[in-house]
């Protein structure tokens, strides 16, 4: 969905301590200056503390993007957005993006987010790789977990960065969505 919205992303780039231990989020969005974390269901009491703890650490938003994306011809439904605000989350459904897209970027992007939503379909089933990572991950600890990840990823983050350059019209239209909803001085490109 991002590379179809021609947002910049890096992969798990940076190991962040947090009261619950190191905590590595999903993607940074550098074109924004945000974090997104993507979860099945809505994020618990304790993610929410981690996100909390890399917004304060980083100087970033974080956002969760979560729940059942389907997709119709109004858009992608189903999937949710949550801030953070204060010591909370506030949500904005998916489909609220559907405008967004379709007259602040353009049909092609429309019609290509709709095609994307409509692959990303989940059956809530986990597959033979996902349950033999997480029981690795068991074995050697979250933390040592993180700070592996990080470095596995970091070359092809640092490859990802130098290619893109320039802000895309995607990457303006959702710091200006973010910052309308958090506050500017909760958002920075």
């Not at 890096?10 to 924004?32: I, N």
Request: proline share 3%; glycine share 8%.
């Amino acid at each position: 969905m991002m590379d179809v919205l021609e947002l910049r992303w890096l992969y798990e780039h940076k190991v962040y301590e947090t009261r619950h231990g190191l905590y590595l989020p999903d993607f940074f969005l550098y074109g924004v200056g945000a974090y997104l974390e993507v979860k099945g269901p809505c994020p618990n009491q304790i993610e929410i503390e981690k996100a909390l703890d890399v917004q304060r650490l980083s100087g970033c938003p974080v956002v969760f993007a979560w729940g059942d994306m389907k997709s119709d011809v109004n858009g992608v439904n189903g999937s949710k957005l949550s801030f953070l605000k204060g010591k909370g989350l506030v949500h904005v459904d998916g489909h609220e993006f559907a405008p967004l897209i379709e007259h602040g970027l353009s049909l092609k992007h429309f019609y290509r987010h709709l095609s994307v939503g409509e692959q990303q379909r989940v059956s809530g089933s986990k597959s033979a790789s996902d349950i033999l990572r997480n029981l690795f991950f068991d074995l050697i600890g979250r933390d040592r977990m993180e700070c592996d990840r990080a470095a596995h990823h970091k070359p092809l983050n640092n490859h990802r960065f130098v290619l893109h350059a320039v802000h895309s019209k995607s990457e303006l239209a959702v710091s200006a969505f973010l910052a309308t909803r958090l506050g500017s001085d909760n958002v920075g490109l």
